[in-house]
């Protein structure tokens, strides 16, 4: 543990690193999405991850090396510890309001966030791709070989899209709405492949497994 903390403990570097779990990001990207990092200090983190062999530096700004992608499941095991921490048990302050971190209902977070939650539970049986909107972020869901991986972007048409408002997944997520009225009212909008959408679902959505799916044309 020691001997890893000299390479990731240094304050933002984590942070990093979880930018690049989606994809590519450059240094203005970067810095934008760590408030309050400065530039020259992410300069430094920067070059010290690109030494240590953990990022490589690329056409379109910085990305995970093999051993990088390794960080993978410590990383999201941290993020899934926050969100039992955060999310689940619904935390409140000295006064006994909910306390609510708005970092994450940003695109990122919660598209981290999906991918932990298919993570926990079986998509069943074949490979699929699956594209999502997450308010005006597009992200696609890669499930092959056992294995899901969110990426930032989209790759183009897929066999199954889904999009809403990050407010309305994280309501999702807190049981504070459910996928039925959340596609009744439109404010979830799922097109394509029934079964595709149906085993997301199942895996992301427990309470939901066996609710509808609106099909609609698929116009992204």
């Known amino acids: 543990?020691?001997?890893?903390?000299?390479?990731?403990?240094?304050?933002?570097?984590?942070?990093?690193?979880?930018?690049?779990?989606?994809?590519?990001?450059?240094f203005a990207e970067l810095q934008g999405n760590l408030s309050g990092m400065g530039p020259n200090l992410l300069s430094k983190r920067l070059k010290d991850l690109e030494e240590a062999?953990?990022?490589?530096?690329?056409?379109?700004?910085?990305r995970l090396t093999d051993e990088g992608e390794g960080l993978r499941s410590i990383a999201l095991s941290i993020v899934r510890w926050g969100i039992r921490y955060f999310i689940s048990p619904k935390r409140k302050d000295k006064t006994g309001?909910?306390?609510l971190l708005r970092d994450i209902y940003q695109p990122d977070s919660i598209a981290l966030a999906l991918e932990i939650m298919c993570s926990r539970r079986k998509?069943?049986?074949?490979?699929?791709?699956?594209?999502?909107?997450?308010?005006?972020?597009?992200?696609?869901?890669?499930?092959?070989?056992?294995?899901v991986i969110m990426r930032r972007g989209d790759v183009g048409p897929t066999p199954a899209h889904i999009a809403a408002d990050g407010d309305v997944y994280m309501q999702i997520l807190r049981d504070q709405l459910s996928l039925e009225d959340a596609l009744a009212d439109g404010r979830m909008v799922?097109?394509?492949?029934?079964?595709?959408?149906?085993?997301?679902?199942?895996?992301?959505?427990?309470?939901?497994?066996?609710?509808?799916?609106?099909r609609e044309k698929q116009s992204h």
């Open 1 to 26: 543990m020691a001997h890893t903390l000299d390479v990731l403990g240094e304050r933002w570097t984590l942070l990093i690193v979880r930018q690049l779990l989606l994809g590519p990001q450059r």
């Open 53 to 62: 062999g953990i990022i490589e530096s690329v056409t379109n700004g910085y």
């Open 97 to 99: 309001k909910e306390v």
């Open 123 to 147: 998509l069943g049986e074949g490979d699929f791709v699956c594209g999502y909107k997450i308010t005006d972020m597009p992200y696609t869901l890669f499930f092959s070989d056992s294995q």
């Open 190 to 214: 799922q097109t394509g492949s029934e079964d595709v959408l149906m085993r997301i679902n199942a895996a992301m959505f427990k309470r939901n497994a066996s609710q509808r799916v609106r």
